[in-house]
């Protein structure tokens, strides 16, 4: 008698990895099951096999061919596996035959990430993204876990004539309760999102704002505890931040950014997830600078590089599209890419390449050293950050209305003010500040005339969106 598929926990269970390689498939060829083995592992399974088949497309029943499936069926009895781990999205209905074929329990990547991601969300927000991935996920496939109804409806599965009864009746009750549930997360969540981007617009408006992105233990936490005193949990695992933390980042000279740690991206990340996790992000890709970490030592760089970069564009994308009002004046982001653990590589073969292809990656290792200084490359991306948070730096005169205490307030803290003018309604300051900073003031809405030293008007270029480099 089939079982009804509530329980998908697969902590401390053995489980067979499982993949089939399709011709256009995105995988790390030397170890093609390497980021799947760990994601299990971070979910609490025992991995003790592997099985692959590879095949110009997807059979559609099973998605893999019947005879591999027996193949299958006979590693799990001969290892004593209870589950069979996916490398892919199964629709329900692939999961249900290939249950039905191994009699294993069948779990799929997006089940699997969903699982980790529930077992480390830890304040409400992230609870309710993850709740509500889980039911995005789920929802679709509800006619498939409620195939222990069977029994009730002669054993003639849940189509078809003849098969309405108390099954369906539970069906439609359950598809109305996740529909409820789904409801009432989204409204929830609705509200703390609307919260936050009102925080995150006013944090932008104050401050010059940077994010850290990356692959998933790229090493950001690390990079971001390296920078500021953040204290942000950092460990050799998947998924060790799932809550961005915003902290004051010290560039010297008196100016101070504010820099965002965020969650790390894998590959084939469940569409859900990266919707209900966008407020997550929120604080990095309303950045003004993005700095993408990646794992240099990683074989997998290259995918790793690229995924990173297909996510930040599918967000970049939902973000222009939202019409949301805090979202009018949002640009796209400058990228630095750093290629940290570089002190792991055995030559600088590798880091050359990178600089190659993506021109002003830097190498850098977000580990200090043992006597307790910045390690490599630290300082140099505390330049280049603070270059491009103040622009070209001169002396001004700044004319505002008296008004506008606000941006007075702005210049007041983002440059030095070496002396003050008042006239009929406005106030000039005569300050050293740079003309980004002076640009992005204007691109908030700030009113202000600029004038050089001599009393000539100076133009400011628009803080426009920026265009997209090839590869990014």
């Known amino acids: 008698m089939a079982k009804e598929r509530t329980e998908l926990d697969v902590a401390s269970e053995r489980a067979v990895l499982a993949a089939v390689r399709l011709p256009d498939s995105k995988y790390d060829q030397r170890d093609p099951f390497g980021e799947l083995r760990a994601l299990a592992e971070q ?12 095949l110009e497309r997807p059979v559609a029943g099973t998605y893999m061919g019947v005879g591999k499936l027996e193949e299958l069926k006979g590693l799990c009895e001969e290892l004593g596996a209870t589950s069979v781990i996916f490398d892919h999205d199964l629709s329900p209905r692939q999961i249900a035959n290939i249950e039905k074929q191994t009699g294993r329990k069948i779990v ?6 969903l699982d980790i991601f529930a077992g480390r969300a830890t304040t409400r927000e992230a609870q309710l993204q993850v709740e509500l991935a889980q039911l995005e996920y789920t929802f679709p496939r509800l006619r498939a876990m409620w195939d222990h109804l069977e029994r009730i409806v002669g054993g003639g599965g849940l189509t078809g004539i003849g098969t309405r009864g108390p099954g369906e009746q539970q069906l439609e009750i359950d598809r109305r309760l996740v529909q409820r549930r789904k409801l009432a997360l989204q409204r929830e969540l609705a509200e703390i999102q609307s919260r936050r981007r009102r925080e995150v617009a006013a944090r932008k408006r104050e401050h010059f704002t940077v994010g850290i992105v990356g692959y998933t233990n790229a090493g950001k936490s690390t990079l971001f505890n390296a920078l500021t005193a953040g204290g942000a949990y950092a460990d050799d695992r998947l998924f060790a931040t799932l809550v961005s933390r915003t902290r004051a ?8 950014v504010m820099l965002s740690d ?10 859900h997830l990266v919707a209900s996790f966008r407020a997550t992000l929120e604080e ?7 700095l993408i970490v990646l794992d ?6 290259e995918m790793q590089f690229g995924t990173v970069n297909a996510v930040l564009d599918d967000l970049f994308e939902q973000i222009e599209t939202s019409g949301h009002e805090e979202d009018r004046l949002w640009a796209r982001p400058e990228r630095i890419l750093l290629l940290n653990k570089c002190d792991l590589l055995k030559d600088n073969a590798a880091v050359l390449a990178w600089q190659g292809a993506v021109p002003g990656a830097m190498a850098i290792s977000a580990l200090a050293r043992e006597d307790g200084t910045p390690g490599l490359g630290i300082e140099a991306l505390r330049a280049r950050v603070r270059a491009i948070a103040t622009g070209d730096i001169g002396v001004f005169d700044v004319t505002v209305p008296l008004a506008d205490s606000k941006t007075v307030h702005l210049i007041e803290t983002r440059g030095q003010v070496l002396e003050r003018t008042y006239g009929e309604g406005v106030v000039t300051l005569r300050a050293r500040i740079g003309k980004r900073q002076l ?5 908030l809405g700030a009113r202000l005339e600029l004038a050089d030293e001599s009393g000539a008007r100076v133009e400011l270029e628009p803080v426009a969106k920026t265009a997209r480099r090839p590869g990014w």
Do not use: K, M, N, Y
């Open 249 to 256: 980042w010290d560039l010297g000279g008196g100016l101070e």
């Open 296 to 301: 240099v030592s990683d074989e997998a760089a």
């Open 43 to 54: 979910a609490g399974a025992i991995v003790v096999g592997e099985c692959t088949q590879r």
């Open 284 to 290: 990095a890709t309303h950045a003004d600078v993005l």
């Open 262 to 271: 965020t969650v790390g991206f894998v590959r084939d990340i469940p569409h």
């Open 108 to 113: 799929d990547r997006s089940e699997l990430i």
């Open 439 to 443: 640009a992005q003031l204007r691109s």
